[in-house]
């Protein structure tokens, strides 16, 4: 598993306005555009790790390689619906399983340590589907 290391055009999926917001990015980091972001525990985004509170994706690259804590911030997209790889998905995901990210770019059906980010809406083809995404998922439960 290996954070990105450039931008990933991702296809969102028409849900009405983007819910979007932004936040203060950790020091010497780079968040690309694309990327699943997480809150790092003091407040700061981040690509995320596996078990951060997730934020939602970024909407554009933020290069903050040379600052400090929150001299740069990232916009992200809080909730909608987007295209993604998910290991392990086959059609039997019609049901609506849990989709979790290891990291900013890998995702999974498998909860263990990983972070929830959303639902599989539907099933495209093996390995691939339109996940329903919100941040607000890990704190209604």
């Given at each position: 598993m290996t954070t990105l290391a450039a931008?990933?055009?991702?296809?969102?999926?028409y849900s009405g306005d983007p819910v979007t917001s932004e936040y203060p990015v950790i020091a010497a980091d780079i968040i690309y555009r694309g990327a699943a972001v997480g809150e790092n525990g003091s407040g700061y985004a981040r690509p995320l790790v596996a078990?951060?509170?997730?934020?939602?994706?970024a909407e554009a690259k933020v290069d903050n390689a040379a600052g400090a804590a929150g001299d740069k911030s990232v916009f992200v997209r809080q909730k909608g619906f987007i295209e993604l790889p998910i290991s392990?998905?086959?059609i039997t995901a019609n049901d609506r399983p849990g989709v979790y990210a290891s990291d900013d770019d890998t995702f999974t059906l498998?909860?263990?340590?990983?972070t929830l980010i959303g639902y599989v809406d539907r099933w495209i083809s093996t390995g691939l589907a339109v996940v329903e995404f919100d941040s607000a998922y890990q704190r209604m439960g």
């Open positions: 931008d990933k055009v991702r296809t969102h999926y078990a951060d509170p997730f934020l939602g994706f392990g998905l086959a498998t909860s263990s340590s990983n």
